[in-house]
């Protein structure tokens, strides 16, 4: 079974700019979220996506992050424009009630590695 | 207040040898869970072990155990017979219950972290 995946592995962009950053969760997976490590700090939750549906987006810092998942597959987290606060690694994380007992523990993607310049 | 602390920026331990990591958490919701997260170089985020709240007895994974008490509000990780691979960032993290304002609530929040290091 092949584990959540994350595009691209690293970003350098400038400030102002758009990046886009890609989740693809573990096959049937209906829970997909998203966190963030800015350097030095805890993850941090930014969302969660039920299928395609924004279940909890509590933790997305403000409107420049856009997270997307079209189809209830793999979800899109976009951030324009990008300010150098945005710098950090962005994990993803899909989960399923495998137990089924209300754990839903979650398995991660590598992250991707943002660096605002 | 920060809801996991984990107090312990690094720890070293020789191999073969067990190791605890402290993790204390802070939560008013009675049903909540525990998990613990290994991050290796690499970079992924590993899923070791869950406790929940309700849970009568302490969970065990293998080598990973999770000293569990409640009153105390500590989930501290043991790992026995330590191996070199088990040189890694280590993460406490919650689960509550419920969002507030209603609903599941699925989100993690996690500690700082420990960084372990298992010396030959």
């Known amino acids: 079974e092949a584990g959540v995946t994350q595009f691209p592995s690293h970003s350098v962009i400038e400030k102002g700019q758009t990046v886009t950053l890609r989740c693809d969760p573990i096959?049937?997976?209906?829970?997909l979220y998203w966190y963030r490590r800015v350097m030095g700090k805890e993850i941090k939750f930014l969302l969660h996506?039920?299928?395609?549906?924004?279940?909890?987006e509590s933790g997305m810092p403000n409107n420049r992050f856009l997270a997307e998942r079209t189809g209830g597959t793999y979800s899109t987290l976009k951030v324009q424009p990008a300010e150098l606060e945005d710098s950090g690694v962005y994990f993803c994380?899909?989960?399923?009630?495998?137990?089924?007992?209300?754990?839903?523990?979650?398995?991660f993607g590598p992250g991707t590695r943002l660096t605002v310049t | 207040a920060q809801k996991i602390t984990q107090t312990q920026p690094g720890m070293f331990v020789q191999e073969k040898e067990a190791v605890t990591l402290d993790c204390t958490y802070d939560t008013s919701d009675p049903s909540y869970g525990l998990f613990w997260y290994k991050q290796p170089s690499s970079g992924e985020m590993i899923f070791l072990i869950y406790q929940g709240s309700y849970d009568q007895q302490n969970a065990t994974e293998g080598r990973y155990s999770l000293n569990f008490q409640k009153a105390r509000k500590s989930a501290n990780l043991v790992i026995s017979a330590s191996q070199l691979g088990d040189s890694a960032m280590y993460f406490c993290?919650?689960?509550?219950?419920?969002?507030?304002?209603?609903?599941?609530?699925?989100?993690?929040?996690f500690g700082k972290g420990t960084l372990l290091t298992v010396n030959p």
């Open positions: 996506f039920v299928k395609e549906s924004k279940q909890d």
């Open positions: 993290a919650m689960r509550e219950g419920t969002l507030i304002g209603g609903g599941s609530n699925y989100k993690l929040t």
């Open positions: 096959s049937g997976h209906d829970n």
């Open positions: 994380a899909s989960s399923q009630d495998k137990l089924g007992r209300g754990v839903y523990e979650q398995y």
